[in-house]
Every structure is written in C-alpha cells, then in structure tokens.
C-alpha cells in the first residue's frame, strides 16, 4: 500500500508539473506590441483569432493588425471608443514593423490566426484579395448615405477592383507627392528655384535634371536631386512611376497584363534617370541614404506627410514646395500613387462587426480627424481647411493646393493594378534595375531583361 | 534465495524507478519544448517539401519530388548554390586564420591587452541587422565613409554596394569582422590550456616562434580549431542578417545567398513547399558537410579525449 501510495505521488507530481508548463506555454502576457481598449478585458487573446470569436467576458474583441507606433494605436483607440460602445465590443491594435507586415499577415492568414481588420498597401493588396482573405465591403458602404462613398477619388475608390466591381479595401492615405526643394541652396548656387520656373511654364522634368546638376556641380557634397525614396524602395516598380507617364511611358499597361517600358518613351525616361546619376550627375545615386531634411540635397520627391518632418526637423534652411514637373505628356501625364486600405478578414468569425469597424473608421468624419496624418483620397478631405491650412511652418496654403490638390485634379491618379504575385515582379523589377545602375547591362538591354522577368508575374 | 536479499532487490527497483519518473518528470519541460520547437518544425520541413503548400492558398497538395525537381532548373537557386558556396570558400579560411592570429597575439597578458580583446569581441554582442545596416552607411556609393575618405586623397571610390563583383566578398568581409571574436575567444580559452613545458622543451631545442605555433599550438589546439571549423561552415551555409540588410540580395540576384533565397521563396512568393524544399535541401548539405569533417577528423585531430 505504502509503495502504491508512493508511486500514486511521484505521477501526480509528474502530471502537476506537466500541466503547470502546459499552462505557462500556454499563458498569454503582452508584448507591448499592441494596446488593448481601454475596456478591453486583459484576459483577450493577444494574436486575435479570426476562426473563433475573442470574447473578453461577454464583449467580443476584434483584432486590428496596423504598422506605426504607441502613440498612433492609442489614437485609434480613441477613435473607435464610440464604435466600441456601439457595438458591445472592445477592440486590440497589433503593431506590426510595415517591413514585416505583410509577411507575418500571409502566416497568420495561413495558419488562421489572422486579426480581424487589417491594413493593406502597395499593391501588395492584390496578393489577398485574390487569395480571397478580404472582405467585399461595396454594399456595406453604399448602403449608407452619410458614407458618402461617391466623396473618393474614383481610381482610388476603384482599386481594389478586380474584375467584379467590388471594393475589398476602402484606402485612407495615398502618396500624391510634390518637389521639395531648398531655397537657401539654390541662391547660394545662384541659380533660378523651381517656382520660379512654375511661374514661367518652364518646369519640366529636364529642366530639374539640368538644376540638379548644376547644384552638385557647384558643391559636390550636395545632392541635387533625390527622385525616390532611396534607400527604402531603391529601385522598386514605384520609382519611376510619376515620370513615365509623363512621357506617355508606363511599366505595365492598365490592368497589369503587359509589360510596356520597353516602348521608345520608356526607354529614354530610363536612359534619363540614369544620365542624371551616372552621366551628368545631380541624382543621388542608388543605396545613397539621403534626407531632404538634412539640408544636403536640393530637390526631393516627396509626399505630403513629409512636410510635417519638415517643421518638426526645425531645418536651419528655407524650403518651399512645386508641383512634380511636366513631361512631354504636359497635363495627359497622370500622377503615380499607391493607396492604403482598411480591409477587413472575410475568414475571420467577427466578419460582419470587422466591416462595420472599416466603414466607422473610414466615414468622412474620422478620415477627416486623421488627415494630418494620412491624406485621404476623400474631395472632402482634401479640400479642407485642415489639408490647406496645417499650421505654422507650413507652407502657404495656395502652394498646398497647387502642389497636392490642384495637379492632381489637372493630371488625374493612377496606381498600378496588382497581380497574385506582385512581390515576385516587383523584385524582378528591382532586381534589373539594379544590374542597370552596376552596368552589367546597358539601359535597352536592362529594360529587355526586365520584360523577360516580369511576365510571367503579370496578371 | 533469503527474504532479505529479495527485499533488498525489490527496494533497489523501487529507488531505481523512482529516480526514473523524477529524471524524466525534470527533463520532462525541455524535452516537450525541443520536440515542438525544433523537431516538429523539422518534419513538417520534409513533409511540406513534397507539397504545394502556399501561405495564401486554403488548399495543400502532395507533389512528391516535384520542388526538387524545379529547384534544380531553376538558373536563380543554382547560382545562389555557387555564391553561396563562394561565401563559404572566402569566409572559412580567411576567419581562421585571422582568429588564429588574434589569438595568438591576445593571449598573452600586457597593458592594454583587455581593449583589444573586448574590441575584437565588442561585433558579436552586436545585432545582426544593427551591424549590417553600418556597414551599408560606411560603403554607401557617394555618402559613405569610405568614399568620403577616399574623395578627400582625390580618388574617387567605387560603388561598392552595386558592384556586382564586390557585393559577395563585402559580404564575407562584413560577417567576418563580426565573427572574430567568438572564435578568437575560443582559440585563446585553447591556447591557454597548453602546457608551458612544451614551449619551453622547444626552446631549448632551439625551436623559433613559428616553429613551436606550426609543431605545439596548432596540434595541441586541434580539436578548438575542429569545432570552429564545423561552427565557421554551417554559419556561413546559414548566413543570412548581414545579407538582407547590406545587399538586400543584390545588385540582381548577386548576392543571394541559400537562406535568403529561402526566404524570398516563403515570405516573399508565399510558396512554402517550395521554400521547404530549399530548406531540405541546405539541410542535407550542412549534414552531409558535418559528416565529412567528422570523419577527416581522425586523420589531424590527434590532442583529443
């Protein structure tokens, strides 16, 4: 009996212990990657699950995967606190690194862990919606007229259409851009600033290359022009993506089934660019990491959000911004941009409560309220106050609305169509571009190897 | 056989299997810990290698050999096997004999003899991507210090990140500057541990300095140098950070190295039985490699327990 007793404990003991590391694998504790609603109970899953409803007590929780930092998942949180009283329903922002986002999205779509809501952007969106994960949300927000869904840009609120008319993301923040340049090089160099080659009706793209190089001619530790985000998206599909309509050129025609660069105006575009790098100098040179903001670089492609930096940098240099330069299209040359979205998870088990979140959080109100930020493909929104107006620092409001709204209207939007395997042509891209820029290939060659590349990726 | 002998044997069992329950009850955690970790995620490498399996696909078919297949027509994976096989082949001698060198210069005591080692050693302690993202700064074409120092001799540098010659050897440069610490620490700990009286019987017999490294030290330190050979190759086979945050893979596919591709096959293109298949594959590789020194070993290890 003794011995039985003794080898009854030893198992318990065994068992206790098992079940004790059961529990602490198990056991769910922050990361500090994400932030609950104030209402949110703590005993909420920490990934969101999309197959079972998060139920925190007798809330549901829904799951919002968005890159960014504490400060802007606390934002939404008060953002959505009327959504959340609502609706009976608490709601966990997961922060994601925008690098790894939509990697890790794709393993948790996978492995059905996906979170409820979540952010889609650079035609990466294709990827999902094709694969089925987003939720169609047209009748949803064309139910509702205080939506004002006709209020969107029609490319943008079109793009994430493919094929049957619906709308799988609704975009709050899209990348019109305008040149940036600084004034106190440019008198410092002597030279004509680019609004005043606006007043003339001289800006063109070659007239900026021409300024560009003449700036780092006359101090070679400047940078004269910076056209792309360099060092982030070196060569990517979007770098040349203003100044190739410019030119009537393009990368991939319409709905992405066709390689097009390789047309006589794509070639000279790109033939251009490089000149500006490696023939006639003035451009930044691929992998070169230089800000505007630093005051070392005398004109930049940037967007509207930059402007904020600007200010808050507290640059020792005068600054102002024009409208992105014509081509030989004049105003036919539409303007690139790439759109976020708000999409919602078809496969998620809180579907129906996950697409009202998208339509509350993208009503004109709160895309309104979050347009310093993110600038919305909304007319409302852009031609608000709060978009011409920011503050002080800023730029006058009539040089706003040239350079962001106005050409926009003039030239009208386009953004690149998605295909299932985007990343794939996108590095294709990148890749070819890059063996242009080590001269391993000529600029016709290159666009040729690029056009063998790409097409199997295309749509 | 007496009552005693028998309750004594009984006894014994009983304490034989009571250690037994409370050894495997304390294994009992990292054990459940390495078979999901590490073992599961291992077979499902192999099991997904034979499928289609993609990460935005809700449907999983069996191919058989069929990834295998592809992987081997495929111009991009043969070329990243050459490169990577280049890594290797620049990477391994190169570190040993720098690390060798270090540590015979640092294992001796004197004045300063604490920076330097810290010094070497300071990169290890380093994030991967913290460390490639430095180097990238440093070797940037118009903005990096290189250049910028070799502007002010007049000399203009070249693109050293977008060369498709160079974007390898900077590479191994970059993980090999990152590297010597370890294996010098490794080296020095060995070093140490051969007696003084070889040296000193050397001597006598009028060995020089090179003499008693090539006839004492490297014999005598033969199985260090054994394991940081094997750690050195499988950690070149697997590099990867450094890769991803200098090159990025490029210029073109020039510096895509086996992990990367891996990864730009599962997390990029979202084919996992594709990318598993990859993995298979470096994982024979990195097997088949280890075996091979494992058995070369008999013939220079010698100094040996």
Redo the contacts between chains.
Sequence with gaps: MKKQTKKMIDLLLVFAMLVTMLAGCGGKSGDGSGTDSAASAQSGSEAGGDTQADVSGDKVQLTIAMWGDEARAEAYQKTLAPFCEANNCTVKIELVPIGDFFDKLASQLGAGTAPDVFWLADAKEATFIQGGWCANLKDALTADASYNFDDFYTDAITSTDYGDGGVYGVPFSFGARAIFYNKTMFENAGLKTPDEYVAEGNWTYETMFDLASKISAADSTKVGLKLWCVGQATNGVQNFADILPAYGANLLNEDSTEFILDSPEGIKVTQMVYDSMYTNGGHAKPGDDVAFVSGNVGMARECYSYMKSMVEGNVDFEWGIVPQPYGSKGADGKQYTGYAYWCANETSANRDLAVELVKFVTNPENQLAWCSTFMCPRTSVMESAEILNPGEGYPAAEDIKASFVDCVAERGLFSYRGTSEWNLLSNAVEQTYEMIWAGAYSVEEGVAEMKAAVEPYLN | MTNEVKTKRRKTR?LE??DS??G??FI??ML?GFLIITVLPVIMTFVYSMTDKN????TTNFIGMENFIKLFSDKTFRSTMWQTLEFTVLLIPSNMILTLGLASLLKDKFKGCGFFRTAVFTPVVTSVVVWGVLW??IF?????LINSVL?MMGITGP?W????KMAIPISVFVTLIKGLGMNMVIFIGAMLDVPEDYYEAAELDGANKFQQFFKITLPNIAPSIFLVLILTTIGSLKVFGQVKALTN??????SYVMVFYIY?MA????K?GYASAASVILFLIIVALTILQWKMRKRWVFHED
């Design positions: 009983s299997y009571s329950v409370w495997y009850a009992m955690p459940i990460m935005m696909s809700r990238k700064y940037q074409t118009d903005n990096g502007k693109q990140l977008m060369n498709l893979g490029g210029p073109g596919t020039s730009q997390f990029q293109s979202y996992f």
